[in-house]
């Protein structure tokens, strides 16, 4: 366990998966992450990479070859080093093993970085290619936070508050078909800003956005005066999550790709959401948490 720790919050960190495992208010003494209670969900914030979602039939073809993988990716299972740490940060990294290339045939170095300052927890993923001449990817977060934050409190009280009204549809999963995308849309805000756990939209699955007005988005109570604030940056989509049985977790997903299209039969490269990197670049996104105590 790497633990952060300021006048204001501690931040507990998983170094498999190098994930979010505890955000404590040091005012409050409350944890604002999900419990991983392994009845509903074991995790509370595992790193998707190199896909998001599931492939379908559990397979990627790249160059006519065959590779299999499981949901979200290998990053969320592996034990990442640590290349730099202190009170406030450290550094997690990854890069290719034989393990990895039987999966996914690239090489590649992903880096995971977590902030501490003042009531906000910043985390930056970069990804470096150094050795292949072209590498393709899905990166993206998969927090989830408690709902209700207060034990006793009822999360239909609870809703997700955008920075600004918005006007979209969501993407729409299909759970039958192994958590698939569909072609279809529906719709979901009409110049609105407030959607409540309770509502439909998470009775199948993730409620999944694009082409967000918002930079932010904030989970709040009827209940109280308590808040986490969501920034995102350089993502392509958000997706929204509860466990089946409603209640104990909202995960806020920021994402670059999405799980396969029902009927998919393309190459890896042409997902879409994929990133493209030629060797010697990197791609960088980030999120940050705020905790309003």
Known sequence: MVTLKNDVLQVDLEPTGAEISRII????????????????WGHSAPVLFPIIGGLRNGTMTHEGKTYKMGNHGFARNTVF????????????????????????????????????????????????????????????????????????E?????????????????????????AAMLHEEKPLFENE???????????????????????????????????????????????????????GLLAIEPWNGHCDYIDYEGEFKDREGTRTLKKGEQFVCDFTVEINQ
């Open 25 to 40: 208010g040091l005012q409050d003494g409350l944890n604002y992450m999900w419990k991983q209670d392994p009845v509903l």
């Open 81 to 152: 080093g640590v290349d730099e740490q202190d009170d406030t940060h450290v550094v997690f990294h990854i890069h290719e093993t034989e393990e990895t290339l039987a999966q996914y045939p690239f090489c590649f170095d992903l880096y995971v970085t977590y902030t501490l300052e003042d009531n906000k927890l910043h985390t930056e993923f970069k990804v470096v290619n150094e050795r292949d001449d072209v590498i393709y990817f899905s990166i993206g977060g998969h927090p989830a936070f408690a709902c209700p934050l207060i034990e006793g």
């Open 154 to 178: 009822d999360y239909n009280e609870y809703y997700i508050e955008m920075e600004q009204p918005e006007t979209m549809s969501q993407k729409v999963i299909d759970p039958s078909a192994g």
């Open 193 to 247: 800003r407030r959607l409540f756990v309770r509502q439909a939209p998470f009775s199948s699955d993730a409620i999944v956005l694009q082409n967000m007005k918002s930079s932010y988005l904030t989970l709040k109570s009827l209940c109280n005066d308590k808040s986490v604030v969501f920034h995102m940056n350089n993502f392509l989509y958000c997706g929204l999550w509860t466990s089946k049985h409603a209640g």
